[in-house]
């Protein structure tokens, strides 16, 4: 953080002096303090004046000026006190610090704008603090189409012009088919729910129709008529 002690010896230091005036603020957004100081300088940019006035400064606080910019007469220079904080987003892992003291405006800060579905941890109105870690979870949702197939059923029917025992195929059969809707959430690209929204039969199962012959075969008559004619056996004299 800033030792705001050091401001007030500058102000001691350089009141006498001519020179620009220069006007620091001290903003502290966590406990909401705002301290302002003037400085008559002769400096030419902000790392040299803030170097000749042993302005502190914090490892994390934040500039808003860079350390080259050129002082003019009436510049006004403002050290945010920042904390470090990592926000973990998908894949990246961003390391960053922050001068704003709600999670919601840390992530505005560090570019970062989250869905109106995403899941923010802590919640974005949380208090930041020193080395919070925040989490976003992008979560999206669509639909998704399935089909369902019903099996055929096989029916038997007696065709009297194919011959006993002899099948034949009538009909091939054909699977109906449903088509299913569902509605799908994903947190960071994984499925976490999945609701059915709609179901339509778009065509029914066609059975599969079998003949089965009941011609009988006509009977043939194999009897032997064939005559057996007996000799008689002369007698010995």
């Given amino acids: 953080g800033v030792c705001i002690c050091a401001f007030t010896i500058g102000v001691k230091a350089m009141s006498s002096g001519g020179g ?3 006007t620091v603020k001290y903003i502290d957004r966590f406990s909401d303090e705002e301290v302002a100081t003037t400085y008559k300088t002769q400096h030419k940019t902000v790392e040299e004046f803030i170097e000749k006035n042993n302005i502190q400064k914090g490892e994390f606080d934040k500039l808003s000026h860079t350390s080259s910019h050129n002082i003019i007469d009436g510049s006004e220079i403002t050290i945010s006190k920042a904390v470090p904080i ?3 987003y998908q894949d ?3 390391t960053t610090a922050t001068s704003m003291p709600t999670v919601s405006r840390a992530l505005a800060e560090a570019g970062l704008l ?9 919640s ?3 208090k930041i603090t020193e080395g919070m870690n ?3 979870t992008k979560v999206e949702s669509g639909e998704v189409t399935e089909f369902e197939y019903t099996d055929f059923k096989t029916e038997y029917a007696d065709d009297s012009t194919l011959a006993e025992s002899k099948t034949k195929i009538k009909q091939n059969g054909k699977k109906g088919r449903i088509k299913i809707t569902y509605a799908v959430s994903y947190n960071d690209g994984k499925q976490v729910s999945k ?3 709609s179901r339509i039969t778009e065509s029914e199962p066609v059975s599969k129709i079998i003949a089965v012959g009941t011609k009988k075969a006509e009977k043939t008559d194999t009897t032997n008529n064939t005559a057996v ?4 056996t002369p007698k010995p004299t």
């Fill in 20 to 22: 620009k005036d220069v």
């Fill in 86 to 88: 990592t926000i973990k």
């Fill in 92 to 94: 990246s892992v961003i």
């Fill in 114 to 122: 989250p869905g109106e579905d995403d899941i923010i941890s802590p």
């Fill in 124 to 126: 974005g109105s949380s």
């Fill in 134 to 136: 925040i989490s976003i």
């Fill in 195 to 197: 609701k059915e929204t």
């Fill in 229 to 232: 004619l007996s000799k008689a």
